[in-house]
T-cell receptor
Framework: EAEVAQSPRYKITEKSQAVAFWCDPI?????LYWYRQILGQGPELLVQ????????DSQLPKDRFSAERLKGVDSTLKIQPAELGDSAMYLC?????????????FGPGTRLTVL | SQQGEEDPQALSIQEGENATMNCSYK?????LQWYRQNSGRGLVHLIL?????REKHSGRLRVTLDTSKKSSSLLITASRAADTASYFC??????????FGAGTRLFVKA
């Protein structure tokens, strides 16, 4: 069964360092999402791609976060520099098309700890 | 910002009992979805209900939607220990964005 792949699964870094997360969506899925989930809360959308284009990045802290999906397939989310408040689970998801009536398939997530 | 708010925040029941979780939202929606998340893992889609539907079933799951009250409920019948997880409602307001609530933590005791 096709799955969304994410790496690494766990990342520990010191504040002010740079970190990067990678996501490979299910083949053929046009829409890709990056979410941040703080412990005890629901996922919060950071950025959403339709193919290689960003369609929503309103909640992405653009002074330190960047995301790309150059060929409309896999994607990278980067944080530079990392801050203590960035400690969270970072989830990637994909769907066949835009979210209306399309379920999202989630990867296992990357748990980031910033020391 | 979170569109949906789940109630209760936490629920503890015995195996075999039914579990009911509620979700309230603020603005008009195209559809509402329920997801499950086991501890430390990604989310798994459970069911989607469209704004013109009032009830939907999937196995032991029953979802209702009342658009006049801007609320939905998820019923899990004959719960099992394996149902222990967090459950989230997610709303699509017609834009590109799906907004998740804070979740209900369900604990099913064997």
């Amino acid at each position: 069964e096709a799955e969304v792949a994410q790496s690494p699964r766990y990342k520990i870094t010191e504040k002010s360092q740079a970190v990067a997360f990678w996501c490979d969506p299910i083949s053929g899925h046009a829409t890709l999402y990056w979410y941040r989930q703080i412990l005890g809360q629901g996922p919060e959308l950071l950025v959403q791609f339709q193919d290689e284009s960003v369609v929503d990045d309103s909640q992405l802290p653009k002074d330190r976060f960047s995301a790309e999906r150059l060929k409309g397939v896999d994607s990278t989310l980067k944080i530079q520099p990392a801050e203590l408040g960035d400690s969270a689970m970072y989830l990637c998801a994909s769907s066949l098309d835009r979210p209306t009536y399309n379920e999202q398939f989630f990867g296992p997530g990357t748990r980031l700890t910033v020391l | 910002s979170q569109q949906g708010e789940e109630d209760p925040q936490a629920l503890s029941i015995q195996e075999g009992e039914n579990a009911t979780m509620n979700c309230s939202y603020k603005t008009s929606i195209n559809n509402l979805q329920w997801y499950r998340q086991n501890s430390g893992r990604g989310l798994v889609h459970l069911i989607l209900i469209r704004s013109n539907e009032r009830e939907k079933h999937s196995g032991r799951l029953r979802v209702t939607l009342d658009t006049s009250k801007k609320s939905s409920s998820l019923l899990i019948t004959a719960s099992r220990a394996a149902d222990t997880a967090s459950y989230f409602c997610a709303t699509d307001t017609g834009g590109f964005k799906t907004i998740f609530g804070a979740g209900t933590r369900l604990f099913v005791k064997a």
